[in-house]
């Protein structure tokens, strides 16, 4: 019986440990890194450079109207920038091994490690030095083809997905992604970015108001977002009170059921 009683202040002590409390799921918690009643955040985020396989989608436009339709013969379609991903992928511009573009007209031009500003500035002296005079008014707009990024773990959706905008955060990019669920580790999430050189992990604690002022609250094209499982949920307890409580209740049947089948035989 001793056997039996030890065992049951044993589940009952892992179990009593093992339910998901409010800490573990609210974002942004004051952990007492937040000295005054509001936190300043600072925009820690450099701009994106280009690296390899990045699409891109560059648009050539003009002032006047007829040197306007002059520098059409530069834009690979129609001249609008609001095409879709599917459109992209056939008539925007992909970043090779080399770094390069295929630019219409203009040939090769090395976009590797340069913002999407650089590049503008890049295409527009060109054109102006080889096919216009450089009093010229022209515009180059070039933009990443969607900021793209991936979640996996626990998650409410795992896969691909691609935003529209310009800067995104992690709070933004997790929403879009169906949220975390409970049973994730909202103190650890990892961030796998790129880099020119490979790839580097990144953590993060969303749980921690903190996580607003760091360099990868911001995420970057091509990012893995991974969410890590609980501790708890390798347990196989509830993830409330509730459900725990049912938990211990089987364990204790079962085991008061199996000490008595076994002295009675």
């Known amino acids: 019986m001793k056997q039996i009683v030890v065992c049951i202040v044993v589940v009952l002590g892992l179990l009593s440990t093992s339910c998901i409390t409010q800490k573990d799921v609210v974002y942004l918690q004051d952990k007492g890194t937040v000295v005054n009643d509001s936190l300043q955040i600072q925009a820690l985020v450099s701009p994106y450079r280009v ?3 990045d699409l891109l989608s560059v648009n050539v436009k003009a002032e006047k109207k007829e040197i306007n339709d002059l520098v059409q013969i530069f834009n690979p379609t129609s001249g609008d920038i609001g095409t879709t991903q599917e459109e992209l992928y056939y008539t925007g511009f992909t970043v090779d091994l ?4 295929e630019f219409p007209i ?3 031009i090395n976009v590797l490690g340069f913002t999407t500003d650089e590049i503008e500035s890049k295409v527009k002296e060109v054109i102006l030095q080889k096919y216009l005079k450089e009093t010229a008014k022209i515009f180059v707009t070039v933009k990443l083809s969607g900021l793209k990024y991936t979640t996996l773990g626990e998650i409410g959706t795992k896969g691909t997905t691609v935003l529209y905008q310009d800067r995104v ?11 975390i669920l409970d049973t994730g580790d909202r103190k650890d999430v990892l961030i796998v970015r790129q880099y020119p050189n490979g790839q580097k992990i990144h953590h993060i604690d969303l749980t921690d108001i903190a996580a607003m002022q760091s360099e990868f609250y911001y995420i970057q094209p091509n990012d893995l977002i991974m969410v890590k499982p609980l501790k708890r949920k ?32």
């Open 169 to 179: 955060n992690i709070l933004e990019a997790i929403a879009n992604a169906g949220d």
């Open 106 to 108: 203009l040939g090769e």
């Open 51 to 53: 690296q390899v396989n």
């Open 98 to 101: 080399h770094g390069n573009i």
């Open 234 to 265: 390798s347990i196989g307890a509830g993830q409330t009170a509730a459900q725990t409580l049912t938990t211990i209740a089987s364990i204790f049947s079962v085991l008061i059921s199996t000490y008595f089948l076994a002295r009675n035989l």
